[in-house]
């Protein structure tokens, strides 16, 4: 799912930050990390900085236990500060993602769900310039295509089997910014749906389904296949797009949106969590202490390792904001306690933690902090197919950088080598 680049080429200044950099899996103690262009110069132990190599460089001090990690990236994120990616105009979602790049997350798929034809038309239309400007790397449609037994929060009134037509004119109205579709794998068509996303370079996320654990590795697999022979279409040069090396389909929030596990009727999660170990899929984990319990959490991470995992924040237009009314596309919400449900039937209708919030709350349920940060970070990137300019600390990398301090609050965000204002408490 390659993007445009992500930043715009202007040169901010430059800097440096020391600390415990903590990137691809592991934490290093004593490093340094320097900014210049907009790029990585430099990340590595202190012994090995020269500071004379930066004779203009700014330091960006840290308090003692401070870390440094790779700007974190949400894959499923519906909204925040008042804006509404599904239904909200160009101000406001525009404000949603200035608030989720303040927050840390420097990188982010604007995910929509189930509605009408015409409100995921004019959704996308409002999007698209955003992808273009490199302010999200991308949409996600939660939907239209998925299960009426296991929607949610999504819409039920339009929800509908797998339609190429209409499939058709999202993906025109998209022009290449549509990077993944939940979709439920037992609805009639499901197989067709697969083989039209992976053409124009969408990954497929299994979710919201009732489908049992046969359809469903029999899908994700077939998903794998068709994903990778596009891949091999590409480098072959036969004009194949959109997948990187590190193509492989994904599960839209795990055990949230399907049946539950059970002994004698294992459902969809013992095969995503099978195929997760194997490396064939990488799971969804809404790591906030709402929709998983943080034993869940950590069992899932010990099962299928941290890089198979992507933490999400499944984020709503409340986030940053105090508890009241909210919308999730056609759909009222109201937010209690940081909770946000459904008017009525009182369904989880989204989250309301940021990604670091989500990071930290994973490290809070056993996680080491190396595994959470990698789950939000390298894992995207490589499914995105962006980890050659992000998710990773690394010289010649975008220099989009958060720093934390010892209990992972937001202390600075970098990204393309400028420093943001935090929003307000």
């Known amino acids: 799912m390659h993007s445009p680049e992500p930043h715009d080429a202007t040169s901010p200044a430059a800097y440096f930050l020391s600390g415990t950099l903590i990137s691809d899996g592991q934490a290093h103690p004593g490093s340094v990390v ?5 790029r990585i110069a430099y990340a590595g132990p202190r012994s090995g900085f020269r500071a004379a190599d930066f004779p203009n460089a700014e330091e960006i001090s840290l308090p003692p236990g401070s870390s440094i990690l790779p700007g974190l990236i949400d894959l499923h994120c519906h909204g925040a500060a008042g804006g509404d990616f599904p239904t909200g105009d160009s101000r406001a979602c525009r404000a949603a993602v200035d608030f989720l790049h303040r927050s840390g997350t420097t990188t982010l798929l604007a995910s929509l769900v189930t509605a009408s034809s015409a409100d995921l038309l004019n959704a996308l239309a409002i999007l698209r310039p955003l992808a273009t400007e490199g302010l999200i790397a991308g949409i996600h449609s939660e939907g239209p295509f998925l299960s009426h037994a296991r929607c949610g929060a999504q819409n039920p009134r339009w929800l509908r089997d797998p339609d190429p037509a209409l499939l058709s004119e999202l993906l025109r109205a998209a022009g290449g910014t549509l990077k993944t579709m939940t979709y439920a794998p037992e609805l009639p068509g499901a197989r067709e749906l ?4 992976a053409r124009h370079g969408v990954t497929p996320s299994l979710g919201h389904t009732d489908a049992d654990a046969r359809t469903a590795a029999a899908s994700l697999t077939d998903a794998a296949d068709l994903l990778a022979a596009e891949h091999a279409a590409r480098t072959a040069g036969a004009g194949a797009r959109g997948f990187g090396a590190g193509a ?39 790591g906030d202490g709402v929709h998983l319990d943080p034993e869940t959490v950590r069992m899932v991470f010990e099962l299928v390792g941290a890089g198979n995992v992507a933490l999400v924040t499944d984020s709503m237009a409340a986030t940053g904001l105090p508890d009241g009314d909210y919308e999730l596309g056609p759909s009222a919400v109201v937010v209690h306690g940081g909770t946000a449900t459904l008017q009525g039937n009182g369904a989880l209708a989204g989250g309301t933690a940021t990604l670091l919030e989500v990071v930290r709350r994973t490290i809070g349920a056993g996680v080491s902090p190396a595994d959470a940060v990698q789950a939000a970070t390298a894992v995207p990137a490589k499914l995105l197919g962006l980890d050659s300019r992000i998710g990773s600390l690394r010289a010649g990398m975008h220099a989009d950088i958060v720093a934390v301090d010892r209990g992972f609050s937001l202390l600075t965000v970098l990204r393309a080598g400028r420093v943001l204002d935090r929003p307000a408490a």
């Open 34 to 38: 320097a900014v210049t262009g907009g």
């Open 194 to 197: 697969l083989a039209m996303l």
């Open 248 to 286: 492989r389909p994904t599960v839209t929030h795990l055990f949230n949106g399907m049946p539950p596990l059970h002994h004698r009727s294992p459902g969809p999660v013992a095969a995503c969590l099978r195929l997760a170990r194997a490396g064939t899929v990488a799971v969804e984990l809404i």
